[in-house]
């Protein structure tokens, strides 16, 4: 016997399901094409990190991107690997690492905003330009009053 896929409606009724489902969709799009990069998003964001708020001790860039130490420790290595990011000594204490984003790691940035740019394009298609725009300020606002400290004033 073969299951109809439509969901519940009481499934389809509940705004936060629609929004882990669709937000499922896009970051497994957006997934794959960072993987095709060798890239994760963790990559993404220290790169987004590092190239708006410029260099960075490394745990401190693990605490401003909530990413535990030992996993702040591979992202950096993954990404020097690469060539896009730089790792000094911290001359005021030699135990700390200092991360700097290269050339290379903002043109690994621009390519992936780029990429991010189409998957937000195929996951907004049936929108208008300015639903597009309602939508993106209210998801904005959601995520400023679920993560108040995220949002630089």
Do not use: N
């Amino acid at each position: 016997m073969e299951f109809a896929r439509a969901l519940p409606p009481s499934l389809l009724g509940l705004d936060t399901y629609l929004l882990s489902r669709v937000g499922k969709v896009a970051r497994g799009r957006f997934a794959e094409r960072l993987a095709a990069r060798g890239l994760r998003l963790w990559h993404m964001a220290v790169l987004a990190a590092l190239a708006d708020f410029g260099p960075h001790v490394q745990r401190d860039l693990g605490i401003r991107l909530d990413i535990h130490p030992s996993d702040v420790a591979k992202i950096v290595d993954e990404l020097a690997s690469a060539g896009h990011v730089e790792r000094t000594r911290d001359p005021a204490d030699r135990r700390r690492m200092s991360v700097r984003i290269t050339r290379s790691g903002r043109t690994a940035l621009r390519a992936l905003d780029k990429e991010a740019g189409q998957v937000r394009e195929e996951i907004l298609a049936p929108l208008s330009r300015e639903e597009r725009i309602m939508l993106s300020d209210m998801l904005r606002r959601l995520f400023e009053h679920t993560h108040p400290d995220a949002v630089a004033d």
